[in-house]
């Protein structure tokens, strides 16, 4: 069984930066791919970020790319996502989940699981973007 928690959410102007942490435990071959998903009101809810946890390939949606980092302390068993230059666009809940799938390398590119293979959820931050 994994367990998720997320923490660092919280306000900020437009511009501004946060970082999230997501702390797991349980069997981390349950965890081979770890996504920071998020859902605004209204709108599906989307992968943002991921890593592998072995091979530390990394994936970002094109909404955040450049200025989004996820990174993670396996020793830590944590995963971080730092966010910058946050947008109003950035408001929403923040969820990181876990799959057991290792997801697929297309050429150089790493492609994370698909939704449906994240068994594991954590319970959400919330990050809110005034501008």
């Known amino acids: 069984q994994v367990q998720l928690a997320e923490s660092g959410g919280g306000s900020v102007q437009a511009g501004g930066s946060l970082r999230l942490s997501c702390a797991a435990s349980?069997?981390?071959?349950?965890?081979?791919?770890m996504c920071w998903f998020r859902q605004a009101p209204g709108k599906e809810r989307e992968a943002v970020a991921c890593?592998?946890?072995?091979?530390?390939?990394?994936y970002y949606s094109d909404s955040v790319k450049g200025r989004f980092t996820i990174s993670q302390d396996n020793a830590k068993n944590t995963v971080y996502v730092l966010m910058n230059s946050l947008k109003a666009e950035d408001t929403a809940m923040y969820y990181c989940?876990?799959?057991?799938?290792?997801?697929?390398?297309?050429?150089?590119?790493?492609?994370?699981?698909?939704?449906?293979?994240?068994?594991?959820w954590g319970q959400g931050t919330q990050v809110t973007v005034s501008s």
């Open positions: 989940a876990a799959s057991r799938r290792g997801g697929r390398l297309r050429g150089s590119a790493w492609l994370p699981p698909p939704e449906a293979d994240f068994g594991y």
């Open positions: 349980g069997d981390s071959v349950s965890r081979n791919s």
């Open positions: 890593i592998h946890r072995v091979g530390a390939y990394t």
